[in-house]
């Protein structure tokens, strides 16, 4: 089973690296990239073979336990294929 | 306008960081995670006041250029509204 899952800083927490891609934009010449906020991507492959509940579970953990920083990031979970 | 912008690494193109992460799990007892690969994920908010096709162009310019490295990168753009 694939699945994908974003990772995005929470509304209202800072995203220095994003101000400064929309700070460099401007520098060289792109007028109309108002506002950058950059997160992460990840595509997983999960083994589901025998309990593709039990994958999805899993993955679900993964993404809160390691992938994001619950603190200051939320992340969301579309599974591809079941 | 806003848009969204995937930056995920080519077919084919190695990706140590989401190996790592894989291993990692791993480790720490997910057993489920067969694959991991990280890509970019980037939230734009454009000005298109006057000229929407100009800013979605200057979008695909700005994720052509910038946000990703042709050579081993695609990228993907969604515009999320009108």
Request: aromatic residues 8%; proline residues 5%.
């Amino acid at each position: 089973m694939k699945a994908t899952v974003h990772v995005t800083l929470k509304p209202g927490v800072l995203d220095p690296q994003g101000q400064t891609i929309q700070q460099a934009s401007e520098a060289i010449g792109f007028t109309r990239i108002a506002e950058v906020r950059q997160g992460k991507f990840f595509e997983v492959e999960l083994s589901d073979g025998d309990d593709p509940a039990a994958a999805r579970a899993e993955l679900e953990r993964f993404a809160r336990e390691v992938l994001s920083n619950p603190v200051i990031e939320d992340y969301r979970i579309e599974f591809l294929s079941a």
